[in-house]
């Protein structure tokens, strides 16, 4: 498991942050009880516990952890595939590479948040 600065963790902040913001302007516009609104309401509920976390907050329960985990695994993997599609150096790849590497941080500030809650 990688060990977390705490400046690396407070690089993914701002990304996880502007990431949950547009989610949240998004699921406005969505059916509520479709599964893209159930779905992103996920996403956004994972990010709050990211955020949370990454803020050394540790007051998310066992199943919000468990919950938040899988879904920030599924976006991270959406986000490799995504960045695969941009050139190098655009904007783009940039926007999602930042966004690859604060899933990634929020994963393993998840998986020590199941490990510390399980011990």
Not at 8 to 26: D, F, N, V
Request: charged share 25%; hydrophobic share 35%; glycine share 4%.
């Amino acid at each position: 498991m990688k060990n977390l600065t705490f400046d690396g963790t407070q690089e993914a902040l701002r990304p996880i942050t502007s990431l949950l913001s547009k989610s949240e302007k998004a699921c406005q516009k969505l059916t509520p009880g479709t599964w893209q609104h159930k779905m992103l309401k996920k996403n956004i509920d994972a990010l709050q516990v990211a955020s949370h976390l990454i803020n050394d907050d540790r007051t998310a329960p066992q199943n919000d952890l468990r919950d938040a985990l899988s879904a920030i695994s599924d976006m991270a993997s959406r986000s490799e595939k995504a960045l695969s599609k941009f050139e190098p150096g655009t904007s783009q790849h940039t926007l999602q590479r930042n966004r690859l590497n604060a899933l990634q941080i929020a994963e393993v500030l998840v998986k020590q948040g199941i490990e510390c809650d399980s011990a």
